[in-house]
Each structure stands twice: as C-alpha cells, then as structure tokens.
C-alpha cells in the first residue's frame, strides 16, 4: 500500500479513455499516442509524487459535467428523469484508477464487511 507506484501499474492506465478532452484540456489519445517511455516516466514521476504526499491535485479533479434528459419519462421535473454524464480530467482518471485498486487491495486483505461490497471486486 506504501510503496512506488510501478511500471506494470502505470501500464495499466495506458490505452484507455476517449479522444474527448476534459477540462485540462487533454485527451486519452494524446498521452496515448505521446513517446510512450517519455509518457510512462513523466506518469509514473508524478504520480508517485501525488501518492507519497498524500495529495491529489485539485485540477485533476475538475470534471464537465452535463444533464440529460432520459427518453419517455412523465415528468421531467424528478431528478430521477435526468442522467448525468460527466468527462473528467484526463491525467486524475488515470491516477483514480491507481488509487482505486490500491484501496480495493487494501480492503480484500482487511477481509471487509462482505455486505460493505462497493469498492470490492465480484
């Protein structure tokens, strides 16, 4: 839970997402197309950082987001007669996916309430 982020982790977060940029402004594709040992070694570089100091950048967090109405409802004054969908920032999905897994790990060795199963996998 401690330790450096790795390489096979930083692979991991490579070639996935869409070539819609979100509000920093780069896309999946763009880092995924970038020199790939240039991209894996700048990721990893800060990544580790954010995760030994225990921050996550606040412009990783931004996200556009944007409300939908969903098709055949009575009355679209109910937010159940709305979806959201959201695009975040590109580089702090990546990291998210990190973060995610670490926590998963940390709570299957914790053996975690069972009944507690969101973050867990089937």
């Known amino acids: 839970m401690n330790g450096s982020i790795s390489d096979t982790e930083i692979e991991l977060t490579l070639n996935i997402g869409s070539d819609t940029p979100g509000p920093d402004g780069i896309s999946a594709m763009l880092i995924d197309k970038a020199n790939r040992e240039c991209m894996h070694n700048c990721l990893k570089f800060i990544f580790n950082e954010a995760w030994f100091r225990g921050s996550f950048v606040n412009e990783w967090k931004m996200e556009d987001?944007?409300?939908?109405?969903?098709?055949?409802?009575?009355?679209y004054h109910e937010c159940s007669a709305y979806r959201t969908v959201s695009i975040t920032?590109?580089?702090?999905?990546?990291?998210?996916?990190?973060?995610?897994?670490?926590f998963s790990a940390v709570l299957e060795e914790a053996k975690f309430d069972a009944n507690q199963f969101a973050y867990l996998h089937s």
């Open 65 to 75: 987001r944007v409300v939908l109405r969903k098709p055949g409802k009575d009355d």
């Open 89 to 102: 920032s590109c580089i702090g999905k990546r990291f998210e996916l990190f973060t995610s897994r670490q």
